[in-house]
Structures are given as C-alpha cells and as structure tokens.
C-alpha cells in the first residue's frame, strides 16, 4: 500500500448541505457589497479631488486663451455649433474623383441612430439542429493587461464552449445549457426564439420584466447583452433595437470608431456605451464604466452558426 | 405575458465568464463575487471537511470567503484562470488559524495541518490510519501540503504551487521527495512489525 492509496482512501468526504452553503453565502454577500459601497464612498472623494484640481486648472487656462491667435484664421476662431437633438437626421452627400458618392448621415439623438440600425439589418441565420452552435467571437479589452479574443459556442442541447487566449486557449466545455441575457433576467434557448417581433410587445416585456425604478436603464443592458451574444431570430432583432429606440436615459455620445477602427455611432446610458452601426444593423463594442472609473470593453468581431466545436480533453491532473 | 427568468446576473456575469474576469469585475459588482461563491463553495468546504471535520468547516467556511472578499483587489489568478488555487491558499491559512486555537487550549490530537480525528473517521481500518499517520508525521510542512494538495484537492502541481507560493519546478520537487519519503516510512512500518 502506498501513500497515494491511503489518501486516495481519506479523500472522499461528504458534500455541504445546501442550507449551510446558502447561509454563508449571505453572510458574504453582505461583505461584498459592504466592501462595494467603501471603495464607491473613496472613488467618489476621489473623484471630487479631481473636479477640484481640474477648476484649478480650468481658471488658471481661462486666462492664457486670451492671448491665442488662430494661425492661418483672418477672421474670429469659429466655435462649434451644437446640433439640436430634434428633427430628422441631417444627410450630407460627398463625392470623390474615384469612388461612387457616399451618403453621410448625422444623426440627432439615439432614437435615430438605433432607428436606423434596426432598418439596416441584414439576413440572419440561425442554428438548425438543437446540437448546432452559436458562435460568437469577441476581444475583451481590460485596463493595464494584454486584450483577450475570446469565441463562445452556444447550444441548445449541447452545452456551452469557451476558448480563450489568456485562461484557456485550449478551450472548455462550460456545460449547460446555453443561457442568454443580464440583470438578473437570463433566457433558455427556447424562450429567447418565443421573444416578441413587435415593437410595442418588446418594450412591454423589456419594462414589465424588472418592476425597477430604473426599468428602462435595466431593459437597456438586457437589450444590447441579448444582441451581442445571442441568435435572436432577425425579426427579435429588429424589435429589440426598436424597443431600444424608444427607452428613456439613453443618450447620443457621437461618432466614434471601436477598437478595430470602424466606425459607429455611440448611444450611452451614463455606464455602459455602445458603439453601433447603422449602416450594418450590428453592434461593434460595448464598454462598461465601473464606478471607480475603470473602463471594460469587448469588441465584438464576428458571429454566426456553425455545427462543430472545440475538442476538449478533460484537464490532466 | 412572458416573463424573464430572474437569476442572479449581472452585466459581463455568466456562467462563461472567467474566474479571472469575475475577480475583476467584483470590485464593484457584488454579483460577480457571488458567481465565484457558487462555484467553489462546496469544492473549499470539502477542503475543510478533509481537514478539520463536517462541523468546523460550516463554519469556516465563512471566515474563507470574508477573507477573499478582501483581498479580490489584490489577487492575480493563475494561468489555469481558476480561482481555487488562490481559494485553497486561504483555506490552509484559516485552518492553520484554527488548529492553533484549538492546540492552545491543549488538545491533543492535532496537528497545523489536519485534525487525525476527521481522518480517522474516513479510513475503515485502525491500522491504515496508524500508518497513514505514521507516513505524514514524517514529511515537513511543506511536502506534506503539496501532497495533499495534488492528492485530496486533485489540483495540478502548478496551481498547488500558485497556491503555496512556490514555483512549480519546487512543488515537483517537493512533492517526489514527499512521496519518497512517506513510502519508505510506509515500508519500514510494515517490515518492523
């Protein structure tokens, strides 16, 4: 008999009661989110420190701008005109000796934006068979680390598969079955293919589903985390960034290019922006904010169906 | 009208997301930090079974977790991008704690490491556990961690080195001399008696 035998003997040991897991995990959640509101309560002293220190330097700049002369300017420095955020999208056609003129859109106000985007939607296809794929390949972008690529197979029936090049470049079989969306409001498979295909019904379901005060800013989130990961039918599709066009708090940031330098229109709630194409119908990337100012963001780059996954071997021991 | 089915999400939180991806995100997001609890709760609680007993452990269970609430600002996980090396560290160290407390008010019977009387209570034999005991009593802290790590716990001897702090070529290391060591104990114990 060997040591490996006599502790291969000791090691089987009976699992935690569910009770007991469960009330622990209460009493750690409540340090989280005790440890969550001290590092907002530090972020926001810090944040003020800033403000302060930024006036400072506002005032101090006020003064010297007095003294700049534009070069190359015979008249007064122009100041920037503010778009108003009513009327129709203003539409500018520019031409160049070699290419076709091209149609450039600007718009007023998020609603537009995603107006349009839903309108350009393209053809959408969707996995057949329940043991087929989702595929969805991504970048995720974390502050001060390397970018991490990252493609998610989704199945109905057949689990789900992550790859990774930092944590698992080899690829793992996460289980299932395959889930969709945020905020505490997760779909199955089946229920994201039973979504409505009207505007009106989608709001409704968006809004009813989280009987928050802030019901529009958490239909949001669900809004655009159902876009990037999920195979919604294109007529879901279509009403989601519908819906999503009529949700207050969302706000026009401008034009603005993702990681990948194409360029898209970005819509912000206050702590998530989006940059979306309305030219494509697509979503580019998202980039979430956390309240220590930290930025977040994940570059989507291609998704569409496919029958196979990785391979994946257990993990040697 | 259909509903959403309410679970405890939250944005860039799924069952895809990385352990490395959640430690970052639970610095602000109490449900990231939660979805690290669900995944290895039980898997640390067997760690303190293995230990320390099915009584204790309930409750160290807790004080494991308060600590990594903690120190989730500070931690960088390994490259297998589990968090259970990181969780495992803590773990030994609460139960060092423990056994400590418990050897103050001197009791017999324990060790830094384990408590014999929740081994014992798991190998059906008095003279295995006599042997078991005899092997382990003879390898320094070090090894003896290693061993178990790789044996009870089933991690890989890197992430048993992420979890001591150690580079994995001294875990290799230390766990072939472990073995070496509590086998030649073993043999000697079965040809003395």
Same mark, same amino acid.
């Given at each position: 008999?060997?040591?490996?035998?006599?502790?291969?003997?000791?090691?089987? &040991?009976?699992?935690?009661?569910?009770?007991?897991?469960?009330?622990?995990?209460?009493? &750690?959640?409540?340090?989280?989110?005790?440890?969550?509101?001290?590092?907002?309560?530090?972020?926001?002293? $810090?944040a003020r420190?800033?403000r302060?220190?930024?006036?400072?330097?506002?005032?101090?700049?006020?003064?010297?701008?007095?003294?700049?002369?534009?070069?190359?300017?015979?008249?007064?420095?122009?100041?920037?005109?503010?778009?108003?955020?009513?009327?129709?999208?203003?539409?500018?056609?520019?031409?160049?000796?070699?290419?076709?003129?091209?149609?450039?859109?600007?718009y007023?106000?998020a609603?537009?934006?995603?107006t349009?985007?839903?309108?350009?939607?393209?053809?959408?296809?969707?996995?057949?068979?329940?043991?087929?794929?989702?595929? &969805?390949?991504?970048v995720?972008?974390?502050?001060?680390?390397?970018?991490?690529?990252?493609?998610?197979?989704?199945?109905?029936?057949?689990?789900?598969?992550?790859?990774?090049?930092?944590?698992?470049?080899?690829g793992?079989?996460?289980?299932?079955?395959?889930?969709?969306? *945020?905020? #505490?409001?997760?779909?199955?498979?089946?229920?994201?293919?039973?979504?409505?295909?009207?505007?009106?019904?989608?709001?409704?379901?968006?809004?009813?589903?989280? #009987?928050?005060?802030?019901?529009?800013? &958490?239909? !949001?989130?669900?809004v !655009?985390?159902?876009?990037?990961?999920?195979?919604?039918p294109?007529?879901?599709?279509?009403?989601?960034?519908?819906?999503?066009?009529?949700?207050?708090?969302?706000?026009?940031?401008? $034009?603005?290019?993702?990681?990948?330098?194409?360029?898209g229109?970005?819509?912000?709630?206050?702590?998530?922006?989006y940059?979306v194409?309305?030219?494509t119908?697509?979503?580019?990337?998202?980039?979430?904010?956390?309240?220590?100012?930290?930025?977040?963001?994940?570059?989507?780059?291609?998704?569409?169906?496919t029958?196979?996954?990785?391979?994946? *071997?257990?993990?040697e021991? | 009208?259909?509903r959403f089915?309410r679970?405890?999400h939250?944005?860039?939180?799924?069952?895809?997301?990385?352990? +490395?991806?959640?430690?970052?995100?639970?610095?602000?997001n109490?449900?990231?930090?939660?979805?690290?609890?669900? =995944?290895h709760?039980k898997?640390v609680?067997?760690?303190?079974?293995?230990?320390? %007993?099915?009584?204790?452990?309930?409750?160290?269970?807790?004080?494991?977790?308060?600590i990594?609430?903690?120190g989730?600002? =500070?931690?960088?996980?390994?490259?297998s991008?589990?968090?259970?090396?990181?969780?495992?560290?803590? +773990?030994?160290?609460?139960?060092?704690?423990?056994?400590?407390? =418990?050897?103050?008010?001197?009791?017999?019977?324990?060790?830094?490491?384990?408590?014999?009387?929740?081994?014992?209570?798991r190998?059906?034999?008095?003279?295995? %556990?006599?042997?078991?005991?005899?092997?382990?009593?003879?390898?320094?802290p %070090?090894?003896?961690?290693?061993?178990?790590?790789?044996?009870?716990?089933?991690l890989?001897?890197?992430?048993?080195?992420?979890s001591?702090?150690?580079t +994995?070529?001294?875990?290799?290391?230390?766990?072939?001399?472990?073995?070496?060591?509590?086998? +030649?104990?073993?043999?000697?114990?079965t040809?003395?008696?």
């Amino acid at each position: 008999m060997t040591i490996d035998d006599l502790l291969t003997e000791t090691r089987d &040991v009976p699992s935690a009661s569910d009770e007991a897991i469960a009330t622990t995990q209460q009493v &750690v959640l409540a340090d989280v989110h005790s440890s969550i509101a001290r590092i907002r309560k530090m972020a926001k002293q $810090r944040a003020r420190r800033r403000r302060l220190a930024g006036a400072i330097v506002a005032t101090a700049a006020c003064g010297a701008a007095l003294l700049v002369i534009p070069r190359g300017s015979d008249g007064p420095p122009s100041t920037m005109a503010t778009s108003p955020d009513v009327g129709p999208p203003s539409t500018t056609a520019t031409a160049s000796p070699t290419s076709p003129p091209v149609v450039d859109v600007d718009y007023k106000n998020a609603s537009q934006v995603l107006t349009a985007t839903a309108a350009a939607l393209g053809p959408q296809d969707i996995p057949q068979d329940s043991d087929a794929f989702w595929r &969805v390949e991504l970048v995720d972008h974390f502050p001060g680390g390397p970018s991490v690529s990252r493609t998610v197979w989704s199945s109905r029936d057949a689990g789900v598969y992550i790859q990774d090049s930092r944590d698992r470049p080899e690829g793992a079989h996460i289980g299932g079955p395959a889930a969709f969306g *945020t905020s #505490g409001r997760i779909l199955t498979w089946d229920a994201l293919f039973e979504l409505p295909t009207d505007k009106a019904s989608m709001l409704s379901l968006l809004r009813g589903s989280s #009987g928050r005060a802030d019901a529009d800013r &958490v239909a !949001f989130k669900i809004v !655009f985390e159902l876009l990037s990961t999920s195979p919604a039918p294109r007529k879901v599709r279509r009403a989601l960034w519908l819906a999503a066009a009529d949700l207050d708090g969302v706000a026009l940031v401008g $034009r603005m290019a993702d990681a990948m330098g194409r360029h898209g229109w970005a819509l912000t709630d206050g702590t998530s922006t989006y940059i979306v194409s309305p030219e494509t119908g697509r979503l580019l990337e998202s980039r979430y904010k956390s309240p220590d100012g930290i930025v977040y963001s994940t570059t989507m780059l291609r998704e569409g169906p496919t029958t196979t996954a990785p391979k994946v *071997t257990p993990r040697e021991r | 009208m259909q509903r959403f089915r309410r679970e405890g999400h939250n944005k860039g939180v799924s069952a895809t997301t990385s352990d +490395a991806d959640l430690l970052i995100l639970s610095r602000t997001n109490a449900d990231a930090f939660g979805e690290i609890y669900e =995944r290895h709760a039980k898997t640390v609680h067997r760690y303190l079974v293995r230990r320390i %007993g099915a009584e204790p452990a309930d409750d160290l269970l807790g004080d494991v977790f308060a600590i990594a609430v903690e120190g989730r600002m =500070r931690v960088t996980i390994h490259a297998s991008g589990s968090a259970l090396p990181w969780l495992y560290g803590i +773990a030994k160290n609460v139960v060092r704690s423990y056994l400590r407390a =418990r050897r103050s008010r001197a009791e017999p019977d324990v060790i830094e490491e384990f408590d014999w009387d929740a081994v014992d209570s798991r190998i059906d034999a008095a003279a295995k %556990g006599a042997s078991l005991r005899h092997a382990l009593a003879q390898l320094p802290p %070090g090894e003896l961690e290693v061993l178990l790590l790789v044996t009870w716990e089933q991690l890989t001897v890197t992430e048993a080195a992420e979890s001591l702090g150690i580079t +994995a070529v001294a875990a290799r290391s230390r766990l072939h001399r472990a073995r070496a060591r509590a086998n +030649a104990a073993l043999s000697s114990k079965t040809t003395t008696r």
